[in-house]
């Protein structure tokens, strides 16, 4: 049986809550519920459960690091100026979380998994966009560009099943990797 996974980091409902208030305004949006806010570190994309397995045991031995805290910052899109395809929420930068993503990606790599060769941009998706009008998607961004939320505890990473359906995909946590906090390093 083939599983659809990604690592990230979950959100804390305050946060998300804050997130649920930038959406609306843009027609045909489809916006993420509050339960599926997360930031990702790394996309897996479809394994078989026995690198599955593996990828849950190398992120369990990874060395661990100390817990931190993000901010996020400012709003975007993916896809071009004329198709835009998502919205998100932007995370300002931070050398805690680039130091984070280095460790998953060394302990996928550890599980036998290819590397990723996309640059990290770490952001929150808030929204899927399908042919929606683009003026609207302009003021979106517009008058959401200064939102700030903030500070995020990231204490933990998890491994996370996605199911994806034709109204979204939902998003399971499968395990959770423990960050060791400020002084006991």
Same mark, same amino acid.
């Given at each position: 049986?083939?599983?659809?996974?990604?690592?990230?980091?979950?959100?804390?409902?305050?946060?998300?809550?804050?997130?649920?208030?930038?959406?609306?305004?843009?027609?045909?949006?489809?916006?993420?519920?509050?339960? +599926?806010?997360?930031?990702?570190?790394? /996309?897996?994309?479809?394994?078989?459960?026995?690198?599955?397995?593996?990828?849950?045991?190398?992120?369990?031995?990874?060395?661990?690091?100390?817990?931190?805290?993000?901010?996020?910052?400012?709003?975007?899109? /993916?896809?071009?100026?004329?198709?835009? +395809?998502?919205?998100?929420?932007?995370?300002?930068?931070?050398?805690?979380?680039?130091?984070?993503?280095?460790?998953?990606?060394?302990?996928?790599?550890?599980?036998?998994?290819? $590397?990723?060769?996309?640059? /990290?941009?770490?952001?929150?998706?808030?929204?899927?966009?399908?042919?929606?009008?683009?003026?609207? %998607?302009?003021?979106?961004?517009? *008058?959401?560009?200064? /939102?700030?939320?903030?500070?995020?505890? %990231?204490?933990? %990473?998890?491994?996370? *099943?996605?199911? $994806?359906?034709?109204?979204?995909?939902?998003?399971?946590?499968?395990?959770?990797?423990?960050?060791? *906090?400020?002084?006991?390093?």
């Amino acid at each position: 049986m083939s599983l659809r996974l990604f690592i990230g980091l979950s959100l804390p409902p305050t946060i998300a809550e804050r997130l649920i208030g930038l959406q609306g305004g843009v027609p045909g949006a489809r916006w993420v519920s509050a339960e +599926n806010l997360h930031l990702t570190l790394r /996309f897996i994309g479809a394994v078989d459960e026995p690198v599955a397995a593996d990828l849950d045991a190398a992120l369990s031995a990874a060395p661990s690091t100390e817990a931190f805290e993000v901010w996020l910052e400012g709003v975007g899109h /993916f896809g071009t100026a004329r198709r835009p +395809n998502a919205l998100w929420a932007g995370v300002r930068a931070s050398p805690a979380l680039a130091a984070l993503k280095q460790r998953v990606d060394a302990a996928v790599a550890r599980a036998g998994l290819p $590397p990723d060769d996309r640059r /990290f941009s770490p952001h929150v998706t808030v929204g899927r966009l399908s042919g929606s009008p683009i003026e609207r %998607v302009r003021r979106w961004l517009e *008058q959401r560009g200064g /939102f700030l939320a903030g500070p995020v505890p %990231v204490a933990e %990473v998890s491994l996370y *099943q996605s199911h $994806p359906s034709p109204s979204g995909s939902t998003y399971r946590v499968l395990s959770r990797y423990g960050l060791t *906090q400020p002084g006991q390093g």
